[in-house]
């Protein structure tokens, strides 16, 4: 299948750090415990959504500087579309992820001046896509309304909100027919959540991912929520990109026309083995994995 994939590049340094709060010290020897990769929202999906068999067209931009540098000779390892990418920031945007022993993160992300730029939707081909993956960030506003009204069945994750009434994210909530975001600093219980999203934005799919919980469904044609078990017996290293991970294969089992609480199993076993890992562009598998797994991982499904 061919997707639109249009969000953040950057490079990522991921630490490991004895637990948190972190007590102050001036020097630690974690050895092996520090490393640096390309990653980002755009770049973690498209190569999740490559390792599934898709086919992904990238838009993003990044500076002309070492790390822009370092990014584009990343993606043609990968063999990634990147006729898309504009090198017009002042300089790349970089992250860095502390992680704790349990797999808890946190994440610092300097995305220098990407804020300031925008992606026209008159110079973007909608022709041929099956899906589009529009992440929520400044230069997607214009592009997402566009990708909607164009018909292609367009997804988003607006990752952590406190209120149905955001302000930086309704644009890409009112423009999304499956919407994902995180339990995280929720005002309310998830299931709650979940009813007033679908009755404020009324989006085809709502998926609210809960960590070590599962995850929630609801489906606005049959007005159905539903609640998800987390997998069984998985490894945990690092959670860092466990939600793209979800977002990439749920996206990628719907838009081949899966059920979707069929296609949210199989995207928490994706995630499920994702975060075996300690970066988030690493660790995904492929769709034979998935379905050899499935099985085993226990996952129950209840009808709220």
């Given at each position: 299948m061919n997707i639109l994939v249009s969000g953040l590049l950057n490079i990522e340094t991921t630490v490991a750090v004895r637990g948190f709060p972190i007590n102050y010290y001036p020097i630690d020897y974690p050895f092996f415990g520090v490393d640096s990769a390309v990653s980002g929202v755009g770049f973690n999906l498209a190569k999740a959504l490559t390792t599934l068999s898709d086919s992904v067209r990238l838009l993003s931009f990044l500076g002309n500087d070492d790390e822009g540098d370092r990014v584009m000779t990343q993606l043609g390892r990968d063999h990634l579309d990147a006729d898309g990418v504009r090198h017009v920031l002042k300089r790349t945007p970089t992250s860095v992820v502390l992680y704790d022993p349990d797999g808890r993160r946190q994440i610092y992300c300097d995305l220098k001046d990407i804020q300031e730029q925008r992606i026209e939707p008159d110079s973007v081909s909608l022709s041929g896509l099956a899906a589009a993956a529009i992440c929520n960030i400044n230069f997607n506003r214009d592009l997402i309304k566009a990708v909607h009204a164009g018909g292609v069945l367009t997804a988003t994750d607006v990752h952590v909100l406190e209120s149905v009434e955001d302000d930086y994210n309704r644009d890409f909530m009112e423009n999304a027919d499956i919407l994902f975001l995180s339990d995280e600093r929720l005002p309310c219980p998830a299931e709650e959540f979940i009813r007033r999203l679908?009755?404020?934005?009324?989006?085809?799919?709502?998926?609210?991912?809960?960590?070590?919980?599962?995850?929630?469904?609801?489906?606005?044609?049959?007005?159905?929520?539903?609640?998800?078990?987390?997998?069984?017996?998985?490894?945990?290293?690092?959670?860092?990109?466990?939600?793209?991970?979800?977002?990439?294969?749920?996206?990628?089992?719907?838009?081949?026309?899966?059920?979707?609480?069929?296609?949210?199993?199989?995207?928490?076993?994706?995630?499920?083995?994702?975060?075996?890992?300690?970066?988030?562009?690493?660790?995904?598998?492929?769709?034979?994995?998935?379905?050899?797994r499935l099985p085993s991982t226990d996952i129950s499904v209840k009808e709220l």
């Open positions: 679908n009755d404020r934005y009324h989006n085809r799919i709502i998926v609210i991912g809960m960590g070590a919980k599962g995850a929630m469904l609801s489906e606005r044609d049959t007005g159905k929520v539903y609640r998800l078990s987390a997998c069984r017996n998985i490894r945990v290293v690092n959670t860092v990109g466990a939600g793209d991970a979800l977002f990439a294969a749920f996206l990628h089992f719907t838009a081949k026309r899966m059920d979707p609480v069929e296609a949210l199993k199989r995207a928490q076993v994706f995630a499920a083995v994702k975060i075996g890992t300690d970066g988030a562009s690493k660790g995904f598998c492929s769709e034979n994995e998935i379905e050899a």
